[in-house]
C-alpha cells in the first residue's frame, strides 16, 4: 500500500527501529526492494533522486514506483529524494509520488529555511510528506565529511523544524554520500542532542559504508530513517561478475536476488523486520 513518510516514521521513533529508503534507478532494483520489502514484512520508503534521473528518467520510472507501491502487501512510501529545485518536487508530486524530500542545504540557511516552508505548504495541502536538510551532508569523494563545519546544530534543528513544519529531518553528524575514502567518524553525542531537542524523526544519508555497528548505534541514538543507494549499486555488480558467463537474463535474476538480499540484509540491521 501507498502511504507517507508520518505513517511509517512515527512508529519507527517510537519503537527505535529505522525504515530504510532505498534508492532505484530501473524496475530490477524496484523489484528486488518490494520483494524483500514483502519477504521481511517490513515497511518501506522507495524512490529516486534528483542526481540519479540521467540514469532513469522520472517520467519512466514514476509510474512503475507508484504501480509497485500500491500492489505491495507492505506499507511503502514513495519519496523524490534531494529534490534540488520546487519545480522537480511539484512534478514529482504531479507523479504521484507520496513524499518528497526539499534539499535546500546547498544555499545559505536563512534561503533553506524559507524555501523548504514554502515548500512544506505546498505539500501538506496535498497530503504529501516533506523532509528537509539542515546542515550539509556532502560528498565522500571529496571528503566532504572529515570536516565538521557544515554538521548540523541542536539550535538550527529546532529553529528550522519550527519553522519549516516539515515531517522528516537530515542531519549532518558526519556521514557524506558515496563510497568513502576514509572510515568516516560519527558525532554520536550531536544526533543524541540533537534527538532531545526536537521531535521530528532524523534522517541519516551516507549510509553505505559504515559498518553494522555504527548502524546500532545511530538507530539506539534516534535515527528513524536511513537511506541506501551505493550498498545496493555494489551488489548488482557483484551480481554481474558472477554472471559474467550467463545468458543476459539469467545475470538479470542474479541481480536482482543479490539486490533484494542487500535490502534485506539492512532491513535486518535496521530492526524494522516484521513491522509490517
Ligand atoms: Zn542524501
Redesign the pocket.
Known amino acids: 500500500m501507498l502511504v507517507n513518510l508520518n505513517d511509517v516514521l512515527r512508529d519507527a521513533q517510537k519503537k527505535h527501529y529505522a525504515v530504510g529508503l532505498f534508492n532505484t534507478t530501473d524496475t530490477d532494483m524496484l523489484e528486488a526492494a518490494i520483494a524483500a520489502a514483502e519477504e521481511a514484512r517490513s515497511p518501506i520508503i522507495i524512490g529516486t533522486?534528483e542526481v540519479l534521473l540521467p540514469f532513469g528518467e522520472l517520467k519512466l520510472i514514476a509510474p512503475s514506483i507508484i504501480a509497485a507501491a500500491k500492489r505491495a502487501s507492505v506499507p511503502v512510501v514513495v519519496h523524490y529524494?534531494?529534490g534540488l529545485t520546487e519545480e522537480r518536487c511539484m512534478e514529482a508530486i504531479e507523479l504521484g509520488f507520496s513524499s518528497i524530500m526539499f534539499d535546500g542545504s546547498l544555499g545559505a540557511p536563512s534561503e533553506n529555511l524559507e524555501r523548504t516552508a514554502k515548500m512544506v505548504k505546498y505539500a501538506h495541502s496535498r497530503h504529501i510528506s516533506v523532509e528537509g536538510e539542515i546542515g550539509h551532508?556532502g560528498e565522500a569523494s571529496t571528503g566532504d565529511n572529515e570536516t565538521n563545519d557544515m554538521y548540523t546544530t541542536p539550535g538550527e534543528a529546532i529553529d528550522f523544524v519550527r519553522t519549516t513544519g516539515v515531517d522528516a529531518l537530515?542531519i549532518a553528524i558526519g556521514t557524506a554520500?558515496g563510497a568513502y575514502k576514509t572510515k568516516p567518524k560519527l558525532d554520536i553525542e550531536r544526533l543524541a542532542e540533537i534527538r532531545a531537542a526536537i521531535d521530528t524523526p532524523l534522517v541519516l544519508?551516507?549510509g553505505s559504508g559504515l559498518s553494522d555497528d555504527d548502524f546500532r548505534n545511530v538507530i539506539r541514538y534516534g535515527i528513524a530513517k536511513v537511506?541506501i543507494f551505493t550498498d545496493l549499486c555494489l551488489a548488482g555488480v557483484a551480481a554481474m561478475r558472477d554472471g559474467i558467463e550467463e545468458a543476459y537474463l539469467d545475470i538479470r535474476n542474479r541481480k536482482v536476488e543479490y539486490i533484494k538480499r542487500a535490502v534485506m540484509r539492512k532491513m535486518e540491521l535496521f530492526g524494522s523486520v516484521g513491522r509490517a
Open positions: 533522486a529524494d534531494h551532508v537530515a554520500h544519508h551516507g537511506n
